[in-house]
T-cell receptor, first 112, second 115 residues
């Protein structure tokens, strides 16, 4: 099984709807990173959550890290077509910050 | 200005050939990485270099050899290409800031197809 599982695997929402993507780790997290990938492009950094649990927001995206559950959620409010893409969570399991283990990815489509 | 660039963007080649992918970053970062993304979009780290020194070397066949001529460049050379090497290869870079903070900047990817 994967060390980092994301759910759902894919998601189709109507424009304007809210959505949540989850990332669950089977190991202790030192840091959790969220990235977005558009088709045919590289990954764009969204935000990083530190060990201990925290919550961060940027524009309409909010990410939380629950240390007890070793789980992170990414919430998008009032989704727009520009939010479409693949969302990947990346975990730092070593504390060194260099090696990231990525999740299985969530493909998001936003319909008009 | 391109932060992390890779060439070529697409690479189609025959089994058994040797090929190289180049990566350059102009961010002044001291750490660079190579990742492989398979057809299911699963992204896995292959190598990492810090100031031209290899610091991460995952279980990757010896046919893959990274080379870092300076800290702004990390090239990936692949010998005797196999069908299973078909994937998208991403280069990334980061600047270590401590406290486990490591925002990585990714290149656009190189789609390798082995026939």
């Amino acid at each position: 099984s994967q060390e980092l599982e994301q759910s759902p695997q894919s998601l189709i929402v109507q424009e304007g709807k809210n959505l949540t993507i989850n990332c669950t780790s089977s190991k202790t997290l030192y840091g959790l990173y969220w990235y977005k990938q558009k088709y045919g492009e590289g990954l764009i950094f969204l935000m990083m959550l530190q060990k201990g649990g925290e919550e961060k927001s940027h524009e309409k995206i909010t990410a939380k890290l629950d240390e007890k559950k070793q789980q992170s959620s990414l919430h998008i409010t009032a989704s727009q077509p520009s939010h479409a893409g693949i969302y990947l969570c990346g975990a730092d399991f070593t504390g060194g910050g260099n090696k990231l283990t990525f999740g299985t990815g969530t493909q998001l489509k936003v319909e008009l | 200005d391109t932060a992390v660039s890779q060439t070529p963007k697409y690479l189609v080649t025959q089994m058994g050939n040797d090929k190289s992918i180049k990566c350059e970053q102009n961010l002044g970062h001291d750490t660079m990485y190579w990742y492989k993304q398979d057809s299911k979009k699963f992204l896995k780290i292959m190598f990492s270099y810090n100031n031209k020194e290899l610091i991460i070397n995952e279980t990757v066949p010896n046919r893959f050899s990274p080379k870092s001529p300076d800290k702004a460049h990390l090239n990936l050379h692949i010998n005797s290409l196999e069908l299973g090497d078909s994937a998208v290869y991403f280069c990334a870079s980061s600047q270590e800031r401590g406290l486990s903070y490591n925002e990585q900047f990714f290149g656009p990817g190189t789609r390798l197809t082995v026939l």
